[in-house]
């Protein structure tokens, strides 16, 4: 599907992952078209890194995901998207169920019937979350150490696998699961070509860390700042985080093998080797930064899942993956450019709920 000499088109282009995707593919010699609204703190940092670093490739289209018009005229040119604008927290959702239904839901129609109208084929790849699976109340966990650990086999050594049932909770978790199941209807019912990730939590370069994504850059934010980091619950809650190259490496690949994965979702995360809990990250933060990082702990909030790991093992077999890049690795990579970068630390100082938001929107 690559080759013809059209731009790609990044929706939320300037966020974390987009800007990650649009660097890449800059990178790679495409010209990227870089469509985001620049309503997130950060993101027109982001932008401005990337038309430095891609002088004449990455062009910048400041307009709303609801900006039929500015879509239309942006989708005529494409020749692919990835589809990573959205609304991001479970909290904003539930303070604003309607604009999170507008950026989130209509704003993937909006892009889909945008692709539909082309007269040739327009491939879509669109980030979802793992959110799509509920709360995963119903799987039996235990304590090991500091962190919970589920009973059944076959979920300790694999993960969560993309044939567990779906089941929206939040207004968060009802919008993208909507929109999940739009794009991969539109591939069955009018042929675009597309593809779903149900995303982990990615981290890595990029990620600012504020109270409405990014727990792992949120909790170094705080640490480098000496600033106390609370946790709601006790700590113990486990993912699998992915550092965003790898995610990227899996965005690219599902673009240039479309044909094959069309109308297919794939989990997205570190899977069982990078499953982690609140406390063994902060443990490793300590060890980067070298002192302690004081903790306050805050009761369970609703909604959280105590233990989500992705089966990644149909999305590694799909795209050829490699192993992903060990979490400790990572980690000390996203210090290192937190550092560099010199990220105001006020960006993570939000006391009152934002590792909580942070953590759900993963």
């Not at 990178?27 to 990337?50: I, Q």
């Not at 069982?272 to 406390?279: E, Q």
Request: charged share 20%; net charge neutral.
């Amino acid at each position: 599907m690559t080759g013809s000499g059209r731009p790609i088109l990044v929706t939320g282009g300037a966020g974390f992952i987009g800007a990650n995707v649009a660097d890449r593919l800059a990178s790679e010699g495409h010209a990227v078209l870089v469509y985001d609204a620049l309503a997130r703190a950060g993101v027109a940092d982001n932008l401005a890194w990337l038309r430095q670093r891609h002088p004449g490739r990455v062009i910048p289209i400041i307009a709303d995901i609801n900006d039929a018009t500015e879509l239309t005229r942006a989708m005529g040119e494409a020749d692919a998207v990835f589809h990573l604008a959205a609304q991001v927290a479970v909290t904003s959702s539930l303070d604003d169920p309607a604009a999170d239904f507008a950026v989130n839901l209509r704003g993937t129609l909006g892009v889909l019937e945008a692709a539909r109208r082309q007269d040739r084929p327009v491939p879509v790849i669109f980030a979802s979350t793992n959110k799509v699976y509920g709360d995963l109340a119903d799987i039996p966990l235990g304590l090991q150490g500091e962190a919970y650990v589920p009973h059944p086999d076959a979920i300790r050594l694999h993960g969560i696998g993309e044939d567990r049932p779906l089941d929206f909770h939040t207004p968060y978790g009802c919008s993208k699961g909507a929109a999940d199941q739009y794009v991969l209807d539109y591939a069955r019912s009018f042929g675009v070509p597309s593809a779903v990730f149900r995303m982990s939590c990615i981290y890595g370069p990029l990620q600012r860390g504020t109270e409405d994504q990014g727990w792992v850059a949120h909790f170094l934010l705080r640490a480098l700042a000496r600033q106390a980091i609370s946790i709601y619950g006790d700590g113990c809650q486990v993912r699998d985080i992915l550092f965003v190259d790898d995610a990227v490496d899996a965005y690219v690949a599902a673009w240039r093998r479309i044909k094959a994965v069309q109308g297919r979702a794939f989990n997205l995360g570190g899977g069982p080797a990078n499953a982690v809990s609140l406390l063994q990250v902060i443990g490793a933060i300590e060890e980067t930064i070298g002192s302690r990082v004081e903790i306050r702990h805050g009761a369970w909030r609703a909604g959280d899942q105590r233990y989500y790991v992705s089966d990644t093992r149909r999305a590694r077999q799909a795209f050829g993956l490699p192993a992903p890049k060990p979490w400790r690795q990572g980690l000390q990579a996203l210090a290192a450019w937190l550092s560099t970068e010199r990220v105001p630390a006020e960006a993570a100082s939000h006391e009152s709920g934002s590792v909580q938001r942070a953590m759900e929107r993963c």
